[in-house]
């Protein structure tokens, strides 16, 4: 009874203490929870599933302040498209085919999934024949390919139907271009800014929460208004060519405390 | 003493943080979000570079099929598509364009010495003298704030290689063009 006694009274120090010490940290919880999924407003629909999107565009904070904290979630949803791989293959004297090794898992390990198969040269079969995949190789994940001209140096394209996921870039980037009003961020800003997972890996179809937060130090100086900028890309594995990379980046809007 | 051991057996019972406060969002601190989408794709999404006549202009595309000279709208020309409904803008950019493998091209000492240039324009303007170009600086700006409207957002726009020499093998340098888009 005695130990029970004790334990209360000890749970209730415990309880005042820890009141006590909300009530001096600097930055105490918000009551205003952040609602992250996007909500579709009149007539504005989300892009077709097949294709790369992230939402919000746009996130505004007001009222910050330095030992400030604000976070929100960015959803990056990864869409579907073909492979489109492209390769410098050479043959030998006498060598009609080759083993190819694709950069994506072969949808089904079937080459029935195998679209496409073009060379530079369209005389660049040896039988009159179009290319084409005739057999896969699960563990190294290689198409034979059959009807090259011997002794012959092309470019190839591939393009396949895959099953692999693939992997993005979760970014702080300073704004190229700035809102009315807006500052570029202070220096050292990107500090400030925490990305939970930088490099998501996404199935196909698949949506992913990243929760963003700025967290200001509270010795820190910034502009009344500043912005920065939360980029997306697709981390490449493109080979030979030059790649069109698709960045999306949502824009930071912060509004200091005491700013008009 | 007995107190203060009590509360500790307790924060381990219970297992409380001692003085720390989890702020998601900080007091006064308000934070809203525009619930829309940014999403474009382009394509083709890589280009070969090719030679076309002594003229010195190289076509940059993925065609498999070199065109001639003068250089065609199709010869060049790259779709972007803006998969939502709402604008946005696209900032296209030329960085770090590197040397094909072993081959003719070397584009990191071309690029360095402003000996080849990438040039850029919207669909349709196909003399490169009137595109913009980008030299040897990475991340350098080639075109900016190209409006992606809502319920016209498809449009075209043109990579080619400028050279002084004419290349004789068929090659592929490697690099990245970034396309930036956001809200507006």
Known sequence: MKLIKSLTIGMLILVLCLVSTSCTVNTPLSTVIPVSTPTPISGIEPPPIERNWISPAVVQVANFYPGATAEWAIQVHNGYSSAVDKYLVTTDPNEYSAWIHLKKILKEGNVANVIDILSTDKKDVATGEVLTAISYNASTNEIKIEGFKPDFARYLTIEYDHQSSTTYSVYYRNPDTLKAGYSAPPAGAQSWIIIADPSPVLAPYETREVMVTLMMPSKAVAPDKWSFWVGVTEKSNAGAGVAISIELCSTWLICMKGAN | ?184
């Open chain 2, 1 to 184: 003493m007995r107190y203060i051991l009590l509360i500790a057996l307790a924060l381990v019972i219970l297992q409380l943080p001692i003085g720390v406060a989890q702020a998601a969002i900080s007091a006064d601190v308000t934070i809203t979000a525009q619930p829309l989408w940014v999403s474009i794709s382009c394509a083709p999404l890589t280009f070969a570079i090719g030679t076309v006549d002594a003229s010195s202009v190289h076509w940059a595309k993925n065609d498999l099929i070199e065109p001639s000279w003068p250089l065609t709208e199709g010869n060049c020309t790259y779709v972007i598509t803006n998969n939502g409904l709402t604008n946005v803008d696209v900032d296209i950019r030329g960085a770090d364009l590197t040397a094909g493998a072993g081959k003719t091209l070397t584009m990191a000492a071309a690029i360095g010495e402003d000996l080849y240039a990438l040039k850029a324009g919207s669909s349709g303007t196909v003399n490169l003298a009137a595109m913009l170009q980008v030299n040897k600086v990475a991340g350098q700006e080639m075109i900016s704030n190209l409006d992606y409207h809502a319920g016209n957002n498809t449009q075209g726009f043109e990579l080619a290689f400028y050279a002084p020499t004419v290349f004789s093998f068929i090659d592929m340098a490697s690099g990245t063009i970034t396309l930036t888009a956001r809200e507006p």
